[in-house]
């Protein structure tokens, strides 16, 4: 089971670029990284997910190392409207039962 | 409209009754979850099902029942409501071609108090 560990809150400014970080150092072969974001009463939404090296979407990428055992959540030029709870996930469907999330992140951005 | 919804959003019970949550998606998505949410805690497991009429503990099932006689529902039920049972209750769905590893897509919630 891929334990995931994250830092409990960070504190950024807007426009600035953030990083936060999810270690997962037993992560096996089949494993996806995804990353989620929630706001306060409402349900997780799903940000982005990757296998390997460098994903990019319309909203942030992800950068996962060779070895796998951490993965990189960047979110450009963040705003207010970025404070949130950021989950990392380390989980693959051949295992459902394994999809468990993390305690997360805690995002604040500060005018 | 498409999406994931789920009723009712908000219920408040009695120690030892009977509750049921629904969860409905328009996809036709093959997985769907069931998760809890304390506050201040990260999301927690109920239970899962694949497919219709295949459904799999999570990591906290006890005192919890699901079925999924049709793929697009999926209602969880306690059948004896504890105190310990008050949370957030989340339902998700996904295809697993389309997102490997995790649920695609969650409801909004329903805040469930146990009094």
């Known amino acids: 089971l891929a334990k995931t560990t994250q830092p409990i809150s960070m504190d950024s400014y807007e426009g600035q670029e953030v990083n936060i970080t999810c270690s997962h150092n037993n992560i096996a072969t089949n494993d996806y990284i995804t990353w989620y974001q929630q706001f306060p009463s409402q349900g997780p939404r799903f940000i982005i997910q990757?296998?390997?090296t460098k994903v990019t979407n319309e909203v942030a990428s992800l950068f996962i190392p060779a070895d796998r055992k951490s993965s990189t959540l960047s979110l450009p030029r963040v705003s207010l409207s970025d404070t949130a709870v950021y989950y990392c996930l380390v989980a693959t469907y051949s295992s459902a039962s394994k999809i468990i999330f993390g305690s997360g992140t805690r995002l604040s951005i500060r005018p | 409209d498409a999406g994931i919804t789920q009723s009712p959003r908000y219920k408040i019970t009695e120690t030892g009754r009977q509750v049921t949550l629904m969860c409905h998606q328009t996809?036709?998505?093959?997985?769907m979850f069931w998760y809890r949410q304390d506050l201040g805690h990260g999301l927690r497991l109920i239970y899962y099902?694949?497919?219709?009429?295949?459904?799999d503990k999570g990591e906290v099932s006890d005192g919890y029942v699901v079925s999924r006689s049709k793929t697009e529902n999926f209602p969880l039920t306690l059948e004896s409501a504890t105190r310990s049972q008050t949370s957030v209750y989340f339902c998700a769905s996904s295809e697993p071609t389309g997102l490997a590893g995790g649920p695609g897509f969650f409801g909004p919630g329903t805040r469930l108090t146990v009094l």
């Open positions: 990757g296998y390997k």
């Open positions: 099902s694949a497919a219709a009429d295949i459904t």
């Open positions: 996809w036709s998505h093959s997985y």
